[in-house]
């Protein structure tokens, strides 16, 4: 399982670092957790069903390590599916008991087993795995509320502009009344502040807080005031289309990825061999797969094709791939894993810089490590365990052109969030 070296004081572009000294000197270990019980009731499984192709837990994972804010990211649950997404992602797994695996078990209760399992944490963050347009940038807001403010505990909350009114039971005689405004001076929507809610995004609180007063908000407290876009909530199966559309306009897609390494035989290819009269073997390819590793090169994305002994390409085959493509064709054995390492060393990357295409059980630690990594349709279960993305397609018919347009999809969110980060700092 890749651990990712927590970075305190993360450094903007322009060179200033996000945060104090002070943050230097905070000790404490500060956790993420994520609550992903198997027992979904309205939503089967939700934790990791597919969002805009990633699994729900898959987002907010991404978001917590990237703020590169804690010392380890964790999620809490009690099934075996969403604990091999969680490892897949990066994330460490806390294997709750029977006792705060039920229905009416509370979140806190949970966090409280968490802790007393794990003495070395300090400070935890709990994250709503339904969050899925949080961005490490507010994380990295919010923490700094405990490290340099010195609060006990902070939870994100939302604005909004409506109209409150109290309710009465039908058949009661009592009439309705507001809460929240005088109806003859009613405000617009310009000239009223609105309200604060909470939006669930997150809740973060100190060990001795949450264990001595059951309680994750306490003592000395503040609140994170999220943009409405951000804050997004799935309860039930008509909530998905929303949230989709949403995460895609609004959701943290990731810091974007310099090279991909793809495996020839049945990703690039459908695993087939044909035999010609004379003797030769043939491989076919098809066209949107092609197209799309040249729409990778055009963006400036390094590919890797990986062959191996079992694959059905001889040497001759792989020259004509490296001059067809345009690219490495590199042989990488029975395990890709050593050979993809020492590339990525080499080019002094990090595995969230590597996107990874493979197709079998000996692709699994590499599907886990890649910061993107993804699988044809017809790959075999364990493959699919541990990649991030499972295709529509099947192997050698559209499944790389379908990650291709993934990678690029990331890469152009991340262009746009890091113009937007550039706009926020020159006007606040």
Excluded at 39 to 52: D, R, V
Excluded at 227 to 247: G, K, L, N, T
Excluded at 292 to 306: P, S, Y
Excluded at 387 to 400: D, E, S
Aim: include cysteine; aromatic fraction near 8%.
């Amino acid at each position: 399982m890749y651990a990712r070296k927590r970075v305190r004081v993360p450094q903007e572009e322009n060179g200033q670092q996000d945060g104090s000294s002070s943050r230097k000197a905070d000790r404490r270990h500060f956790a993420a957790l994520v609550l992903a019980r198997g027992g979904s009731k309205g939503i089967p499984l939700k934790n990791i069903k597919m969002l805009a192709g990633v699994p729900l837990l898959g987002w907010v994972l991404r978001a917590a390590i990237d703020s590169e804010m804690f010392d380890s990211v964790w999620v809490s649950t009690d099934h075996d599916e969403i604990e091999k997404v969680a490892k897949s992602w990066g994330a460490k797994v806390h294997r709750r008991s029977p006792e705060v695996s039920k229905d009416s078990s509370s979140s806190v209760e949970t966090i409280q087993e968490f802790l007393r399992n794990n003495t070395e944490v300090e400070v935890v963050c709990h994250i709503q795995c339904t969050s899925t347009c949080l961005h490490p940038s507010h994380l990295q807001k919010a923490l700094k509320k405990i490290i340099e403010d010195g609060y006990d505990s902070v939870f994100s909350v939302v604005r909004r502009h409506q109209f409150r009114w109290k309710e009465v039971k039908e058949g009661s005689g009592e009439l309705t009344k507001p809460i929240n405004l005088v109806p003859a001076k009613r405000p617009r929507r310009q000239d009223w502040y609105g309200e604060l809610y909470e939006n669930g995004s997150f809740y973060i609180g100190t060990r001795d807080l949450i264990l001595k007063e059951n309680s994750t908000q306490g003592r000395k407290v503040a609140y994170f005031e999220m943009e409405p876009e951000h804050s997004v909530d799935i309860d039930v199966d008509i909530d998905w289309p929303v949230a989709e559309e949403r995460v895609l306009r609004y959701g943290y897609f990731g810091r974007g990825v310099s090279i991909m390494f793809c495996r020839v035989s049945r990703c690039l290819t459908n695993g087939r061999v044909f035999l010609s009269v004379s003797g030769e073997d043939m491989v076919s390819f098809h066209t949107r797969d092609t197209a799309g590793l040249r729409m990778l090169q055009n963006e400036g994305i390094e590919v890797v094709l990986l062959t191996s002994n079992e694959d059905p390409v001889t040497q001759s085959l792989a020259d004509k791939l490296k001059t067809m493509m345009g690219c490495e064709v590199m042989d990488v054995g029975d395990e890709p894993l050593k050979c993809v390492q020492a590339v990525v060393e080499q080019k002094r990357l990090d595995w969230k810089d590597v996107a990874y295409m493979g197709n079998d059980i000996a692709d699994a630690t590499c599907l886990n490590l890649a910061g993107l990594s993804a699988v044809p349709a017809d790959a075999p279960k364990d493959a699919t365990s541990a990649a991030k993305y499972t295709c529509r397609q099947v192997a050698g018919m559209g499944a790389l052109r379908e990650f291709v347009e993934q990678v690029l999809l990331q890469k152009e969110k991340t262009k746009t969030q890091m113009k937007q980060d550039r706009i926020d700092r020159n006007n606040f």
